[in-house]
């Protein structure tokens, strides 16, 4: 077990939904950073809070938003889902800024149908 | 831009023999941060290790190894003796800073390693 909590493990929802995808840091760790994972794009980040503070945006679509709560708790959401987002999203956390790498969560495997 | 390439796409060995997992970076920065992660079957990200670019010495733990050689930019991973649970995806990555002087980082592509019994 990382100490990063991420819910649910899977999800199966239809095209044009839309989920929320929830993550809770390791004890002490300030910084929440998403990613997906794709079979064709790989690894990819999509946005990084650090106490509750959005510092740092990848590649996320504006169909989809993230928040960090005063608990540290981050969620995703992904709204008007389309086949394509169908991937692993992780959520990984750190104690600061992330130099010191992360701690990633087991992800979130969302099908989209 | 921070680029991460990991050419061989998917590698099979037999259990016992060696095996080294190649990565190359691209980065403008001075200070970065070098990363390898493993993706069992099971899909969670495993970290390996950390290499900061004022060390440059190898490091080995085990049956695993890492060749830092920031000359080629390389930061390759050997495994010594290789088992069948070695069998997963790793995954090499980049640190990039962001302008908020937090830290992201950038993945290859994953290396797929299939060792045989």
């Known amino acids: 077990d990382s100490g990063v909590t991420q819910t649910p493990k899977h999800l199966i929802t239809a095209t044009g939904q839309r989920v929320t995808l929830r993550c809770s840091p390791r004890s002490g760790d300030l910084s929440v950073y998403w990613y997906q994972q794709s079979l064709d794009q790989g690894l990819q980040f999509l946005i990084q809070y650090y106490n509750g503070e959005e510092r740092a945006k990848g590649n996320i679509l504006e169909r989809f938003s993230a928040q960090q709560f005063p608990d540290l708790h981050s969620e995703l959401n992904l709204s008007s889902l389309e086949l394509g987002d169908s991937a692993l999203y992780f959520c990984?956390?750190?104690?600061?800024?992330?130099?010191?790498?992360?701690?990633f969560g087991s992800g979130t495997r969302l099908t989209v149908v | 831009a921070q680029k991460v390439t990991q050419a061989q796409t998917e590698i099979s060995v037999v259990e016992k023999e060696d095996v080294t997992l190649d990565c190359v970076y691209e980065t403008r920065d001075t200070t970065y941060y070098l990363f390898w992660y493993k993706q069992p079957p099971s899909g969670e990200l495993v970290f390996l290790i950390r290499?900061?670019?004022?060390?440059?010495q190898n490091e080995i733990s085990g049956r695993y190894s890492w060749n830092f050689q920031k000359s080629t930019s390389s930061f390759n991973f050997t495994i010594t003796a290789s088992q069948v649970v070695d069998s997963a995806v790793y995954f090499c990555?980049?640190?990039?800073?962001?302008?908020?002087?937090?830290?992201?980082?950038?993945f290859g592509t994953g290396t797929r390693l299939k060792v045989l019994a």
């Open positions: 990555a980049l640190s990039e800073v962001s302008t908020s002087g937090t830290y992201k980082y950038i």
């Open positions: 290499r900061n670019s004022f060390d440059e």
């Open positions: 990984a956390s750190s104690p600061y800024g992330g130099e010191g790498g992360y701690t």
